[in-house]
């Protein structure tokens, strides 16, 4: 049953250009399905998460773990009463932004960028549903509906000045009332993807050995798990003992935001969709204990995977690769692929214009093409040549 605070799709703000409805789906069941047909969302199987993609096949990838917050998004918003569909879409799209080599491709692009206006991931994928992918007759983009584009822009909260070019640029036709926050159903997307990469790292980092699950039944949240798993099942395989206590984690982290959620909808007392949007404050979110231990748990990610020397050897190895291809297409467009030239002609001379073209290019690139066009430009010294075959 749907809570009055839900966002309906019967009720949507529309499209920049309108379309007649589909007689099976609503609106965000379209939105939904055409984040899943978009080149950028294809693109995302080969995207790091948190190692490069190719280092080995079961780390999570930007393509699994957006499946992964989806997943979480549709249970949490179930729950709740909220269009799961709307959910969806935004869980789907909300890494369709990020570059090849995750987080150290989006800092090297930002430093590149900062001239011509920076680069941020949650920009850049306003601008490929609403500009780069070209597919349809009668629009760029993906026209998606009004409230899909809103979470996609403020999913993680307001976005205040200065706001970033690109996002600008979509509210020039689609004003997406960036000073409030999003709806009920875009912020559990955006709790679904904390739950979703606090569980799945911790999973990648054991597997990659960064640390021990001793280490990991030390920790808060994660000491009782494996506490209640010795419990139930003593003497437990190694590999299933600790697949068990992560699948507990995940649990306590979903039901602690459901009733969170919960206790603030009683407490706010909601009429419609607009009210989530101005109660001032996020709405779904952890409850403070949980978010407590959380912050220590992510520390204890922070230092011992996401810059494990290992990590960060490979993200100064990266960097590099984004930082001679930036300047090399800046100098030579003409070596862009041919659907890119028409671009370039159209700003012949606008060096900031260039630039965005060039980082549209690069951003979209996966992090094995960007790996494979580092090495055919700079030749066989490249990192490139060391790839497993």
């Known amino acids: ?37 978009a080149s950028a969302f294809r693109r995302l199987k080969h995207k790091t998460q948190v190692f490069v993609e190719h280092e080995g096949d079961y780390f999570r990838t930007r393509l699994t773990h957006s499946i992964e917050v989806a997943q979480v998004a549709r249970t949490i918003a179930r729950a709740l009463g909220l269009d ?21 491709g989006e800092d090297a692009l930002q430093a590149l960028m900062a001239p011509h206006g920076g680069f941020d991931h949650n920009a850049q994928a306003i601008r490929i549903v609403t500009h ?7 629009f760029d983009g993906l026209n998606l509906s009004w409230e899909t584009l809103e979470g996609i822009a403020k999913h993680n909260g307001p976005v205040l000045p200065p706001i970033h070019w690109a996002l600008a640029a979509c509210c ?18 955006a709790i679904a993807d904390d739950i979703a990469y606090n569980h799945h790292d911790l999973h990648d980092g054991l597997r990659a050995e960064l640390f021990s699950t001793d280490e990991l039944a030390a920790l808060p949240i994660l000491d ?15 590999y299933r003992r600790r697949h068990e206590a992560l699948r507990r984690f995940f649990g306590v982290l979903v039901e602690d935001v459901i009733a969170y959620a919960r206790t603030e909808l009683a407490a706010l007392v909601p009429r419609d969709a607009a009210d989530i949007r101005a109660a001032g404050r996020p709405i779904i979110r952890f409850s403070k204990p949980v978010f407590d231990d959380l912050k220590v748990i992510r520390d204890f990610l922070f230092h011992r995977m996401y810059r494990a020397p290992a990590v ?34 159209e700003v012949s001379g606008d060096e900031t214009a260039l630039a965005r073209i060039v980082c549209d290019y690069i951003s979209g690139m996966t992090d094995r093409f960007a790996l494979q066009t580092h090495a055919r430009v700079f030749g066989a010294a490249s990192r490139e040549n060391r790839l497993p075959v």
């Open 172 to 189: 020039e036709t689609v004003d997406l009332e960036l000073s409030t926050h999003a709806s009920a159903e875009a912020q559990v997307a």
């Open 84 to 104: 799961e569909d709307l959910t969806e879409a935004v869980a789907l799209a909300h890494d369709l932004g990020h570059p090849p080599f995750g987080h150290t």
């Open 1 to 37: 049953m749907r809570a009055p605070f839900a966002c309906d799709p019967t009720q949507t703000r529309g499209r920049r250009v309108p379309e007649e409805e589909s007689t099976f789906r609503s609106p965000f069941q379209r939105d939904r399905d055409r984040i899943i047909h």
């Open 224 to 238: 009782a798990c494996f506490a209640e798993v010795d419990r139930l099942y003593p003497g437990l395989n190694y």
């Open 132 to 138: 780069l992918e070209r597919h349809y007759a009668e």
């Open 312 to 345: 960060v050897e490979m993200r100064r190895e990266v960097t590099a690769v984004v930082h001679d291809l930036f300047p090399h297409f800046i100098a030579h467009p003409d070596e862009l692929p041919k659907q890119w030239r028409k671009d370039v002609e």
